[in-house]
């Protein structure tokens, strides 16, 4: 850890940045090791309090973000693991925008550590097939969500992202890793040939949300960003359940296909529970 008289003689924009990886580093070690507040020495509390002092002396942030280093001063002085990480975080992220390197969601430090696939609670019959989903960012948001609602197993179109690019996997936070998933052709859904079940589409022009009757088990379709659900897959969802469609109020009228998905699942899910 750089000593405070060395980092009180860097250039603004270096000391900012050195700051901003100690902070990040001790973030990180806060929540891998899972031991808390201990961890850290008497010597690393004060540290953490001076530099934030340091930064509360800057006249060039802002007002906004005077208060941020005021409140990170407070949450320090109570010890408490919890509000130790976020002062760590919550400074961490402004000295990050000060310097033009803010994080994505992506990159965030997943405090929960590797998941543990044997307390997963799954919803028999719930599953879902993402068809061409594009973007890595989006199907490892869609993993993520699935887990949460207690979707069964995951089924891929062949042009689907991969599930496994870093950009999936920081997204998902560990759900890959315990959510079962292929990848196939719809038609060729094993569900689909050895016990024909339930298939619906979540596209505009369906029945609004709010009056779809949803299935105890199913597949749900969800489709390409630019190009939605594909011809074929909306003629086989209109020959079962049809289309479920979320009725929008903006100019807009239309939703991020991860945001969708989740409310879809969320739909369906408290359906199953009522």
């Known amino acids: 850890m750089i000593p405070l008289y060395k980092l009180e003689k860097l250039h603004r924009t270096q000391?900012?940045?050195?700051?901003?990886?100690?902070?990040?580093?001790?973030?990180?070690?806060?929540?891998?090791?899972?031991?808390?507040?201990?961890?850290?020495?008497?010597?690393?509390i004060v540290f953490f309090n001076?530099?934030?002092?340091?930064?509360?002396?800057?006249?060039?942030?802002?007002?906004?973000a005077q208060k941020v280093f005021a409140e990170a001063l407070h949450l320090l002085a109570?010890?408490?693991?919890?509000?130790?990480?976020?002062a760590l975080n919550i400074v961490k992220h402004i000295l990050l925008s000060q310097?033009?390197?803010?994080?994505?969601?992506?990159?965030?430090?997943?405090?929960?550590?590797?998941?543990?696939s044997k307390k997963r609670q799954v919803i028999e019959?719930?599953?879902?097939y993402l068809e061409d989903i594009r973007s890595p960012f989006n199907v490892?948001?869609?993993?993520?969500?699935?887990?949460?609602?207690?979707?069964?197993?995951?089924?891929?179109s062949p042009f689907c992202a991969d599930p496994r690019h870093t950009r999936a996997e920081r997204t998902a936070m560990g759900c890959i890793d315990i959510v079962p998933w292929e990848r196939c052709e719809l038609?060729?859904?094993e569900l689909l040939q050895t016990n024909p079940v339930c298939i619906f589409a979540l596209e505009t022009g369906g029945v609004p949300l709010g009056e779809f009757k949803f299935p105890k088990q199913g597949i749900l379709i969800a489709g390409s960003e630019e190009l939605g659900v594909s011809p074929g897959a909306l003629a086989a969802a209109d020959a079962s359940l049809g289309r479920v469609s979320i009725p929008c109020y903006g100019t807009k009228a239309s939703l991020n296909v991860s945001v969708a998905f989740g409310i879809a699942l969320q739909a369906w899910c408290a359906s199953l529970q009522d």
């Open 15 to 44: 000391k900012l940045r050195k700051i901003a990886k100690v902070f990040a580093m001790a973030e990180n070690r806060l929540c891998s090791t899972g031991k808390g507040a201990e961890i850290f020495s008497a010597d690393e």
């Open 50 to 64: 001076d530099a934030v002092k340091l930064l509360a002396a800057d006249t060039q942030f802002s007002p906004n």
């Open 78 to 86: 109570e010890k408490d693991t919890v509000l130790l990480r976020r």
């Open 99 to 116: 310097t033009g390197k803010e994080q994505a969601d992506w990159d965030f430090t997943n405090s929960e550590g590797k998941l543990d």
């Open 125 to 128: 019959g719930m599953h879902v």
């Open 140 to 156: 490892g948001a869609m993993f993520r969500t699935a887990e949460s609602f207690g979707i069964e197993k995951m089924f891929l």
């Open 187 to 189: 038609s060729s859904l």
